[in-house]
């Protein structure tokens, strides 16, 4: 069961648009580098338990490659761009020479996961930024492929009123037919979502 | 019976019970055991310090989960002097990113532990930290080993 807090609907509503602003930009990006059509899921927003953050991609160990960008500007957070572990290598196996033994992903492989990551991040920034006018500069991007939780806690450690609850805005887009399948996680920096909700000239905080 | 230990949690067992806390990645997981009362504890703390004196979450930092953690094991019949610890996690799962302070989160919180359980005189046994990858500890309350899995190493106990 996932513990959740309750959010007010129009501002989970705000929050959801925005996530589909962005995440819609970074989906058309994946599309062009797989080169199939996706389909995206509704984000979903929540004020999610820290327990329960990994619960989409299959639970705190679930296997993950993970394209990681601090984000700060007029808002501040972490995006995380995630792939389940084989799907990416199913991905990375279609887009060049598998490379054998080597665990979890080559260098090469590595390199190539770290670009999509990166151009599907600064998608989903620069569309969020342009609608809200608001800055939002993405870091250096960082690739780690290991369990889910020990990599987005990342996303968690800053202090937070919340305690233990995170707010989260989560998407979901899907690669038919090759069942390959990216996540977006936006974790605005505490008090950030009230930064975003102004500038959609909806009051107040979660 | 395997306890689940949650992020920013600390819990007491006993006897043939034993506690489980997930994919620490900079996050510690500090085991305390009382190996002839057979008591143990587990804490998955994520931060060095708190931000006062009296947080609301206890065991989210090192300076205030691991006095609580050793003290709710003396309540429940611990002897102190014959409590020792285990560590692990304090990973930097992101290896090649620097500057950022939230980036040294785990080597922080891997010297805030060992500084805290200095000042209360617990040992340190036997720990597994830094690297960087993400570890899943099992805590067995009888024999106090320290059973830790991580994706690349399989499994394997301190």
């Known amino acids: 069961m996932t513990h959740r807090l309750y959010m007010e609907e129009r501002i989970a509503d705000a929050l959801r648009e925005l996530g589909n602003i962005g995440a819609g930009h970074a989906a058309a990006a994946f599309s062009e580098f797989v080169g199939e059509p996706v389909t995206m899921r509704v984000p979903l927003v929540e004020l999610v338990a820290f327990d329960d953050v990994t619960e989409a991609l299959g639970g705190p160990e679930a296997p993950v490659a993970v394209t990681y960008v601090r984000v700060s500007g007029d808002v501040a957070g972490h995006l995380f761009v995630i792939q389940p572990l084989d799907g990416a290598r199913r991905l990375l196996s279609s887009l060049a020479p598998a490379s054998g033994e080597e665990w979890p992903l080559s260098a090469m492989e590595e390199s190539v996961l770290e670009e999509l990551g990166n151009i599907m991040a600064a998608h989903y920034l620069s569309s969020l930024a342009d609608f809200t006018r608001l800055t939002m500069r993405p870091s250096v991007p960082s690739v780690a492929v290991d369990m889910a939780q020990a990599i987005l806690a990342m996303g968690m450690l800053e202090e937070n009123p919340l305690g233990d609850f995170a707010l989260v805005i989560h998407t979901a887009i899907n690669v038919p037919e090759e069942q390959g399948r990216a996540h977006v996680y936006l974790f605005p920096s505490p008090g950030m979502e009230r930064v975003l909700l102004r500038s959609l000239g909806v009051g107040d905080g979660v | ?158």
């Not at chain 2, 008591?39 to 994520?46: E, R, S, T």
């Not at chain 2, 065991?59 to 692990?88: C, D, H, Q």
């Not at chain 2, 930097?92 to 302070?101: E, I, K």
């Not at chain 2, 830094?130 to 394997?156: A, D, F, N």
Request: charged content about 20%; hydrophobic content about 45%.
């Open chain 2, 1 to 158: 019976m395997i306890h689940h230990v949650g992020m920013a949690e600390l819990k007491i067992a006993t006897e043939e019970h034993a506690l489980r806390t997930f994919g620490l990645g900079s996050c510690v997981g500090l085991a305390l055991y009382d190996e002839v009362a057979h008591i143990a504890g587990l804490a998955h703390i994520m931060l060095p310090a708190s931000p006062n004196e009296a947080p609301q979450h206890v065991a989210k930092y090192v300076n205030t989960a691991v006095p609580r953690l050793a003290s709710l094991m003396i309540e429940r019949g611990a002897a102190k002097r014959r409590i020792r610890a285990k560590l692990a996690g304090g990973a930097q799962m992101f290896a090649t990113l620097s500057g950022v302070d939230l980036m040294r989160v785990g080597p922080r919180n891997v010297e805030a532990t060992l500084e805290a359980l200095r000042s209360l005189g617990v040992p340190l046994v036997a720990s597994d930290v830094g690297g960087s990858y993400g570890r899943t500890i099992t805590l067995e309350c009888l024999t106090g080993k320290l059973w830790i899995r991580s994706v690349q190493h399989g499994e394997y106990g301190i």
